[in-house]
């Protein structure tokens, strides 16, 4: 993904991946492909089954292959684990969903078999309309369609299991050694001074470090800081400004505070004239602002920066509080920074 930190031909050695790829796919009897976020292959097709072969080198039949390769990739996101469906020609696949710093980057798509039984049940992903067509090319190479191996579906589903652990490993262990560690290094543009992190540094450490830098050095520090009048309140608030990125909720300030949460509440309101919930709201909105107005970032990219769960409820949020869409507040402010 070419607009946001992480891209998957960054964190993969791709000419490795490819070893283990095809080692992967002589020990499973699947076809093993790579493909990034929009279902676009970006490595060599391990082990491809002929007749799947035949069909993705067709100029117009291709297309058909990517458009299951990116719905099934997504519907893995969705669901939060391996996805097993059946193609447009009837084909079982499945996606096995690569996730770096909870974004969707790609999927290892494998598969290219047939059931022994159930494969009715599985879920066609995409459905051509001229099927006509489809079975017309399936019939003319129908010596190369029965070549395709066959699993049950329980063996199926244990390959995807591997398939999920073994690419969560090397991911992780791709990103913390190589890619974030650099990332880390150059976006907190460490001084002669600092003690630069080592190979064994924490990903979850590096990654939250990252997001909070680039955030806070979009958005500023010094000058948003708030001071409360009631100093009990003071964590709490330092506790928002150094979580930009993330959700705050009242238990996490309640611990920082040693206030519960009904009192803390209490405070906040009394403090600001609000409940917390429309002050927060509000706030994030306010770092959005300037986000529109400074950066060229995208609406999406935004939405994620601040920790928003999805672009559509940041665009209402924006809106409810602002009157505008984000993209209209971006034409009418762009490049005027903030009183």
Known sequence: MSTTLFDIEQVLDLDKWEKVQESLALATH????????????????????PFCQLVRNHPELAVYCEKCDSRGGLEAVRTGEPFIYRCHFNIVD??????????????????????????????????????????????????????????????????????????EYIVTEAI????????????????????????????????????????????????????????????AIDLIFANKGSHVDLNMLADVTNLSPSYLSRQLKEEFGEPFSQIYAKLKIYWAEQLLRTTDLTISEISDQLGYVEASYFVRSFKKIKGITPLNYRKRHKHFPMD
């Open 176 to 235: 913390k050694k190589d890619y974030l560690i650099k990332a880390y290094k150059q976006t907190l543009r460490i001084s002669k001074k600092a003690e630069v992190p080592d190979q064994s540094v924490d990903l979850k450490t590096v990654q939250a470090d990252i997001r909070q830098s680039l955030l806070e050095n979009q958005l500023g520090t010094e000058k948003d800081r708030y001071l409360a009048k009631n100093k009990m309140l003071q964590p």
């Open 30 to 49: 699947l076809a093993i492909i790579l493909v990034d976020y929009r279902g676009r292959p970006i490595t060599k097709h391990s082990q491809v089954q």
């Open 94 to 167: 499945m996606a096995i969903p690569i996730m770096v710093d909870n974004q969707y980057v790609g999927a290892i798509m494998a598969g290219e078999v047939l059931l022994i039984d159930g494969q009715e049940k599985l879920e066609q992903v995409l459905q051509v309309e001229d099927q006509e067509r489809l079975e017309a090319f399936k019939e003319e190479h129908h010596e190369l369609f029965e070549q395709y191996p066959q699993f049950t579906l329980a063996d199926l589903q244990r390959t995807a299991v591997m398939l999920e652990s073994l690419s």
